[in-house]
């Protein structure tokens, strides 16, 4: 299986190239050539392990690492670390199914993919004779940045800097970050959002120069964020898991069509369910769920990708974004793997902060559908199902929660609906707590804590009680503009 980029200039590369690294040379996303499809069947795939499947999946994706590779990878990623050893558990609360990945170190789905890209690089990099410092640069709207931190932590031959947006994330998640004791970690805030600090990231990886004078002091960068396709395919295995646990509860037929419903930011997690799709899980509709920053919703509704809008802070931070990277995945596929078209597209997205698709290409998306949800619309969400079910949603789960309502509730579509459930509710307590009905301002993120567990019933995580009494490691705060000199010093001084 060999990678191109979606935009053209980068060809023919193994599938350990493209996770060295991350982003093409063009600004393009790494695709495979041809879109797998499983060999077993589902009833056979839903007797194994959660790392059995996943072998049975990546190495669909990544042919050139062998067996014992991808185990090791494998084993290394999916361990104890993960509070619940299914990994990722499905529970049926309230007419739909919650597919749970939140269980591991940092209590969001992002470590679904970010415990594992790390020893997929390490062993990329000795596949390919690396033998330079791999340097992974991240911009992170919260989730994204403890999580690469914590999976690449103390792994040798790595570095990782984070930089996510001064006061757009949670305390929560800011004493994540700032509290991590990898001695190979950074993190810095910028004065700006979290596209500021997306797009600084980009221009650094777009910079030769700069790449140059790296390579002179023996560093590659890299990049953990979602387009690196060694996050990509690793979120696919459980969308398998999930119709897996279905037929092993007997909730369905083999065969029997579902839909799932992502909270969605940069596009990563719910283009993870259209590769499941494709490979041969029985999935209907796609529902892409927004909060206000729904550019998707407009986008699925109107086929016109328009991000001249104004940012909006919401309870749901890791999707704030107008951006939503990973897309051009599937603008590419809906071109019939046109880099030429996907790479005009991008370029109007870059010039003018709007394009629109053919036609065809909207034929092609027609199983997505978008809908999004306001704040208060969220808040009531998290209190109906505590009241209903007596389970609690965090605000990311609940946006995606209101959006599988309106549309079950508007199209009269019965389908058994898998919502991924992203983030622990104890990562943004206080604002579960809020909708909830409490008053927890002023307080403590760690009282608000206590109580959440308390109402709840739900023991607090490991990862809660790791950042209550760890000391601030990351102080750093600098300007969009000085992002790169943020790198050199973190790594040469
Ligand atoms: C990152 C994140 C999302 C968005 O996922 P994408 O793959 O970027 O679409 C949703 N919820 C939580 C809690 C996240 O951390």
Known sequence: MLYNSTRGGENGLRA?????????????LFMPEKLPVLTKSLSELSTLSYQDLA???????????????????????????????KIAPLVKKGGAWYLELFHGK???????????????????????QV?????????????????????????????????????????????QMRTEPGKNTHAAAIRGNFDDAQTGVKQIFHDPAFAQKLKAQGVVLSSANSINIGRLVPQVVYYVYAYGQMLQAGDVAEGEKIDVCVPTG??????????????????????CASNENKVLTDFF??????????????????????????????IYLSTGCNSAKTAQLMEDLRTKGVYEVSEDMRQFMADFVGGFAEEPEVFKTIRDLKEEAGY??????????????QYAEKTGDTRKTVVASTASPYKFAPNVMKALGYDV?????????????????????????????????????????????????FLFV
């Open 131 to 175: 033998t330079d410092r791999i340097v992974i640069l991240t911009a992170t709207s919260g989730d994204t940045g403890k999580a690469a931190m914590a999976g690449f932590a103390d792994v040798p031959g790595t570095e990782i800097i984070v930089f996510y947006p001064y006061g757009g994330v949670s305390r929560f998640q800011e004493l």
């Open 106 to 128: 940092t209590i969001a789905f992002k470590d679904m993919a970010l415990s594992i890209l790390p020893h997929l690089m390490v062993t990329s990099a000795r596949k390919n």
């Open 301 to 330: 509704g109107t086929g016109e990708y328009n991000r001249n809008r104004p940012f909006i802070l919401t309870s749901s931070p890791s999707m704030d974004i107008l951006i939503s990277s990973n897309l051009e995945r599937l």
């Open 16 to 28: 350990s190239e493209a996770i060295l690294k991350g982003l093409a040379s063009d600004g393009g």
């Open 266 to 287: 940069n596009f990563g997690n719910i283009l993870a369910a259209y590769l499941a799709k494709h490979m041969g899980v029985p999935i209907e509709k796609l529902i």
């Open 55 to 85: 072998y049975e999946i990546m190495k669909e994706f990544f042919t050139d690492f062998t067996e014992e590779e991808l185990r090791h990878c494998i084993c290394a990623a999916y361990d104890e670390k993960f509070e619940d050893p």
């Open 441 to 489: 301002e002023h307080q403590d993120v760690f009282e608000v804590i206590d109580q959440l567990s308390e109402i709840s019933g739900v023991p607090e995580p490991r990862a809660i009680r790791e950042v209550r009494n760890a000391a601030i490691r990351h102080s750093e705060v600098c300007e969009i503009s000085e992002m790169k000199k943020m790198v050199e010093d």
């Open 392 to 405: 609690v949603l965090d605000p990311h789960t609940a946006v995606a929660s209101a959006v599988y309502k």
